[in-house]
């Protein structure tokens, strides 16, 4: 439905990045089953200042601004790469300058990049917990991607592919579909 808004953030400063084309992936798949207007950003977007930023007021304008548009969106995908079996300091910097409040009953679709399976379960022993302290609705399937779910840094695995359809399902729970055509083929 027209006018719900969706917003993506990577926890990755890297160009290409396979976090980014995995969160602008589920939010494209996302905006053409519910009709979301969608951004998606990453640490390159929120730029210099949040590395020296110790309260959000710090922060200058292009960092505020994707800050004010994670706290103000409908629903967010959230992915990070893994690093050293947990997501990069940086990226929990910028979640530790949202207020406690602003993501509560939010929406959230959890997933994350690795080198490799190993840390897999990074989705669920480190992003959930974070998004538990907001009480935002991280929803039940995670994604997690390893470098062989890529090609060219795009999402290339019938797998993945599968359980990114899932969890974009499962939003279904919060918003209208815009086909219902959609939900019958369920
Ligand atoms: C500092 C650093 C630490 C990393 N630690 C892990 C790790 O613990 N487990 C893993 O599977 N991959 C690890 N990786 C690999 C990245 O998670 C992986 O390449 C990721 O997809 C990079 O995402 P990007 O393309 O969005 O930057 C690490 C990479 C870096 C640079």
Do not use: C
């Not at 399976?117 to 998004?131: G, I, N, S, T, Y």
């Amino acid at each position: 439905m027209a006018g719900f808004k969706l917003v993506g953030i990577a926890g990755s400063f890297n160009r290409p990045s396979k976090t980014l084309a995995l969160v602008r992936h589920i939010a494209d798949l996302a905006s053409a089953q519910y009709g979301f207007s969608t951004t998606t950003y990453d640490l390159h977007d929120v730029g210099p200042s949040l590395g020296s930023a110790l309260w959000r007021k710090d922060l200058d304008d292009q960092a505020a601004k994707v800050i004010d548009d994670i706290v103000r969106a409908d629903a967010l995908v959230v992915g990070s790469p893994t690093y050293k079996g947990s997501y990069p300091g940086l990226f929990k910097h910028l979640i530790d300058l949202v207020e406690p409040h602003e993501l509560r009953g939010k929406p959230i679709i959890i997933a994350a990049t690795g080198g490799g399976d190993r840390h897999a379960l990074m989705v669920e022993h480190q992003l959930r917990p974070l998004f538990g302290f907001f009480m935002a609705h991280t929803l039940p399937t995670a994604v997690y991607a390893s470098d062989r779910d890529f090609s060219d840094y795009a999402v290339s695995s019938e797998q993945l592919s599968k359980r990114i359809g899932d969890v974009v399902g499962e939003l279904a729970a919060f918003f209208p579909r815009i086909s219902p055509a959609l939900a019958a083929a369920e």
